[in-house]
Each structure stands twice: as C-alpha cells, then as structure tokens.
C-alpha cells in the first residue's frame, strides 16, 4: 500500500489543521490506520488511530480532545484534524497501516503493528 499524507504547514498556537492521508491500492476502509509524528531528535510517537471500519478510535493523551481521527467518504482517506494546536505539536506527521486489518475493536498503538508508512507532512505552531 502506498500512503501519502499532506495538509501539514505552519499555524499559530490555537489554530488548526487538517491531514490527509491518502491511500492507493485497496480501500483505506480495510486498513486499521494511524497517524504518528517525530519530533527532531527524538522517538517517533504515537499520536490516534482508527479501526478499519471507523467504529473505534484511540489517542495519545496528549492529544485528547484536540485531535480528531476520521475516515472520509472516499473510502480512500483518513483525516487528522488537529484543532488548539501547541508548540509541542510541531513534528513530521506521518500515516501508516496495519494490512491485515485486525478485529472491529482494533486500533493499533505501537509501531512494530503497522506494515506500510507515508513519508510525512511537516507541522509548526508558532507561539
């Protein structure tokens, strides 16, 4: 599966954006998908994911109540929309998948549970 995220950028503290996640191959809608995002010089991390039907969702607690994960009609996508943005959100956002789809309950966390990552999409808030 070949995964392209887009949408990063620069924004002021309080501001939002919106990820995409496009997929080609397979609808995205037979992938558990998650996004996670590296700070320079530190450990990719973590940031949400979705099953494959879109029925459950996990985050970061960092995150929570922020950050929203969804799949799009197009079957094709999966969005993070990421509103009050911080300082400490600045990363490279990057989007993978988990090709044997798992379980309807299963949103993968770590990142030895995904097959296929997208090069990422550069976030900065300014403060």
């Known amino acids: 599966v070949q995964l392209q995220a887009s949408g990063g950028g620069l924004v002021q503290e309080g501001g939002s954006l919106r990820l995409a996640c496009e997929a080609s191959?397979?609808?995205?809608?037979?992938?558990?998908t998650g996004w996670f995002r590296q700070i320079l010089g530190k450990e990719r991390e973590f940031v949400a994911s979705?099953?494959?039907?879109?029925?459950?969702?996990a985050y970061t607690d960092a995150v929570k109540g922020r950050f929203t994960i969804s799949r799009g009609s197009n079957k094709n996508t999966v969005y993070l929309q990421m509103n009050r943005l911080k300082p400490e959100d600045t990363a490279v956002y990057s989007c993978?998948?988990?090709?044997?789809?798992?379980?309807?309950?299963?949103?993968?966390?770590?990142?030895?549970?995904?097959?296929?990552w997208g090069q990422g999409t550069l976030v900065t808030v300014s403060s």
């Open positions: 191959g397979r609808p995205f809608s037979a992938y558990a």
């Open positions: 979705i099953s494959y039907r879109g029925d459950y969702k």
């Open positions: 993978a998948v988990v090709r044997g789809g798992g379980s309807v309950h299963y949103t993968p966390k770590n990142e030895y549970e995904f097959d296929d």
